[in-house]
């Protein structure tokens, strides 16, 4: 059984899940260096020269950020578009599939839990044939002498666990850790009770979104109840940490900038 703080926490998760559904109540909040964004509070319209696709931005520049996070629903007969001059991208798989076509490569089919890398100004294409959802995440490539990222397509449960030296989560990550990448994708999956030991502060920034499961996050001196279709992004320095609470694990995706001294 959990202890009684944890349970404590699932009763004000619980409470607060409660007033969801009243009319103009909303769990999202924006501060300084943090926002949680929930899906009531989605406002999707066209991307930008895509096709016949929807998206709904989370995470901008405009909210202090330095990537995009964004969610696509795709249609049959949708079609993506190319992101700016030397901005990456990384698409991952929510719901639905599609094909990409990327440079010379051949068609790669992505499901759900799938993903690919996109290194910038690498032509490419997505389509869909069925009602499709992607988060996806842009930056502007943060170059450095010799260091040419690949191409890379891959799923969530075909990567290894990682260690985690005094941690209790299990770990996966989807990109390589080599200097060529800027910034990588964890998978982190907590299993009901469990929590991170560490109370985290430090330079980098996050996006988050967590897939399945729910739980209590702290985001400075502020403490909120998260399920399954949150948002949360992290500005640098900002105290952050996590339980997870009810019958199910919880398994979250988190955007980390990383191989690059934060004085360039």
């Given at each position: 059984?959990?202890?009684?703080?944890?349970?404590?926490?699932?009763?004000?998760?619980?409470?607060?899940?409660?007033?969801?559904?009243?009319?103009?109540?909303?769990?999202?909040?924006?501060?300084?260096?943090?926002?949680?964004?929930?899906?009531?509070?989605?406002?999707?319209?066209?991307l930008p020269d895509w096709i016949n696709t929807l998206g709904a931005y989370l995470i901008s520049p405009a909210i202090g950020a330095h990537f995009t996070m964004y969610l696509a629903n795709m249609q049959d007969g949708s079609k993506s578009a190319l992101p700016p001059k030397d901005v990456e991208r990384l698409v991952f798989v929510l719901q639905g599939s599609i094909l990409l076509s990327?440079?010379?490569?051949?068609?790669?089919?992505?499901?759900?839990?799938?993903?690919?890398?996109?290194?910038?100004?690498?032509?490419?294409?997505m389509i869909s044939d069925?009602?499709?959802?992607?988060?996806?995440?842009?930056?502007?490539?943060?170059?450095?002498?010799?260091?040419?990222?690949?191409?890379?397509?891959?799923?969530?449960?075909?990567?290894?666990?990682?260690?985690?030296?005094?941690?209790?989560?299990?770990?996966?990550?989807?990109?390589?850790?080599?200097?060529?990448?800027?910034?990588?994708?964890?998978?982190?999956?907590?299993?009901?009770?469990?929590?991170?030991?560490?109370?985290?502060?430090?330079?980098?920034?996050?996006?988050?979104?967590?897939?399945?499961?729910q739980g209590i996050y702290r985001l400075g001196d502020s403490w909120y109840p998260v399920q399954a279709g949150d948002t949360i992004w992290m500005a640098p320095f900002v105290p952050q940490w996590y339980a997870a609470l009810g019958k199910t694990r919880t398994r979250y995706l988190l955007y980390k900038d990383v191989n690059r001294n934060p004085l360039i």
């Amino acid at each position: 059984m959990a202890s009684t703080p944890i349970r404590s926490l699932f009763l004000f998760v619980l409470a607060a899940s409660l007033r969801c559904d009243l009319p103009g109540f909303t769990r999202s909040v924006f501060k300084r260096d943090h926002a949680l964004i929930t899906p009531e509070s989605h406002v999707f319209g066209p991307l930008p020269d895509w096709i016949n696709t929807l998206g709904a931005y989370l995470i901008s520049p405009a909210i202090g950020a330095h990537f995009t996070m964004y969610l696509a629903n795709m249609q049959d007969g949708s079609k993506s578009a190319l992101p700016p001059k030397d901005v990456e991208r990384l698409v991952f798989v929510l719901q639905g599939s599609i094909l990409l076509s990327a440079g010379t490569e051949t068609t790669h089919s992505l499901s759900v839990d799938s993903y690919a890398y996109l290194p910038a100004n690498l032509e490419h294409s997505m389509i869909s044939d069925e009602s499709t959802t992607l988060v996806i995440f842009e930056r502007r490539y943060s170059a450095t002498e010799d260091s040419h990222p690949d191409l890379i397509v891959g799923s969530t449960d075909k990567q290894p666990l990682l260690e985690t030296p005094g941690e209790v989560f299990q770990l996966r990550k989807l990109l390589p850790t080599s200097m060529p990448y800027d910034f990588n994708i964890h998978i982190m999956d907590f299993q009901p009770g469990e929590y991170l030991n560490v109370k985290e502060v430090h330079y980098n920034q996050h996006g988050l979104l967590l897939l399945e499961g729910q739980g209590i996050y702290r985001l400075g001196d502020s403490w909120y109840p998260v399920q399954a279709g949150d948002t949360i992004w992290m500005a640098p320095f900002v105290p952050q940490w996590y339980a997870a609470l009810g019958k199910t694990r919880t398994r979250y995706l988190l955007y980390k900038d990383v191989n690059r001294n934060p004085l360039i």
